[in-house]
DNA sequence: ATCCCGAGGG
DNA sequence: CCCTCTGGAT
């Protein structure tokens, strides 16, 4: 069987997200993504729990904490109150406290819109400011390799056997996939390798590219 | 029992 | 590089 040319690695690529577009969508999360500021806090909340208890809990945190100044001034106790169903509450409590001081003091009560500037605010590391910059700005820097993403790039061969570092996934994926795509692949994908491209126990029969995965069946 | 759309710190 | 922080869903 010939190599794939890089042509040919990138129709497949592109098929592989039109599937994916059809299955999740924008990948958009429910998440208040209007306001970057709000955004960015509810990505913070996200971290390790469902959009679906974020979503409960930033509407009480709006409705106490109307304006991120007032946020900045708030008790940490009062947001821990709000935020516990979330998990690691006290630790996003201090989080979202510092990221409102910050966002207060430096920023005009907004967000930055780049990348760099988002990843000196409290809480906020690569994967959430690389979210803050598609879906609050559609502005995509890159895209962040987390382990899923790692996972599904190697399994679809959309990077060499050679690329043992997150670093090396995104270079690569950044070459197969257009700019404007990359706003949604760390949504789709992680829908994606929850539901069908699981790290243990793949769901390849079932799956929606088995018939364009090299590794379908192998895993 | 085990896993989760992470970040920060040692 | 490894650890911790926490609750909820499955």
Known sequence: MPRETMAQKRERAAEVERRMFEVYGEGACSLDYTDPFRLTVAVVLSA????????KVTPLLWERFPEPADLAAADTAQIEEIIRPLGFYRAKAAKLKGLAQMSVSEFGGTVPQ????????????????????????????????????????????FCGPSANTPDKVEAALLKVYPREQWLYINH????????????????????????????????
């Open 48 to 55: 390790q729990c469902t959009d679906a208890a974020v979503n």
């Open 114 to 157: 780049d990348i760099d500037e988002l990843q000196r605010l409290p809480g906020v590391g690569r994967k959430t400011a690389n979210c803050v910059m598609c879906q609050a700005f559609r502005d995509p820097q890159g895209i962040a390799v987390d382990t899923h993403v790692y996972r599904i790039a190697h399994r679809l061969k």
């Open 188 to 219: 789709q994908w992680v829908h994606f390798g929850r539901e069908y491209c699981r790290a243990r126990n793949p769901r390849c029969s079932e799956c929606f590219v088995a018939d364009i995965c090299p590794s379908a069946g192998k895993c």
